[in-house]
């Protein structure tokens, strides 16, 4: 017979039941294409290993890459955070010097104000020392929150 098979069939001639035997071949050619799959198997996993493990490497060359930036950029920080508390130094610096110069004014302008000048003089610089005072406490205002600002930044 020409037909291959893996299971005994039964037929039937002139009243005689007959079986078919298992074909040896079949069982011989089942078997190599099962370890040909194995053996394709065992490949495929090999091969998707190797994957995984050079991903890993990757993800943790990155890992490294990304941890020594950050800590490049770590210590640059302490550099602009110093030249940030600089700046806030210089500016609480010129704070301080309006500050002292609207107050020298203010005592000036009391001073040169005599009991002698007339009413209407006399108003306006009181009016103008007013202005003076408010715009010391803007400058006074302007430093706290320039020192609020830095401790925050620190």
């Known amino acids: 017979m020409s037909r291959r098979s893996t299971t005994p069939t039964i037929w039937q001639r002139n009243g005689r039941k007959f079986i078919q035997q298992k074909d040896p071949r079949v069982h011989i050619q089942q078997q190599q294409q099962q370890q040909m799959k194995e053996k394709v198997d065992r490949e495929q996993q090999r091969r998707a ?81 007013e202005e003076i005072s408010s715009r010391k406490m803007e400058l006074e205002e302007g430093l706290s929150n320039v020192r609020l600002e830095l401790l925050r930044n620190q």
């Open 49 to 129: 290993a190797k994957d995984l493990k050079r991903a890993d490497k990757e993800k943790k060359k990155e890992n490294r890459r990304a941890a020594v930036k950050a800590q490049q950029v770590k210590k640059q920080r302490p550099g602009k955070a110093e030249q940030e508390r600089q700046e806030h130094d210089q500016t609480e610096e010129l704070l301080r010097q309006r500050l002292t110069e609207a107050s020298t004014q203010a005592a000036q302008l009391a001073e040169r104000s005599a009991a002698a000048m007339p009413v209407d003089k006399a108003r306006q610089l009181t009016s103008h020392l």
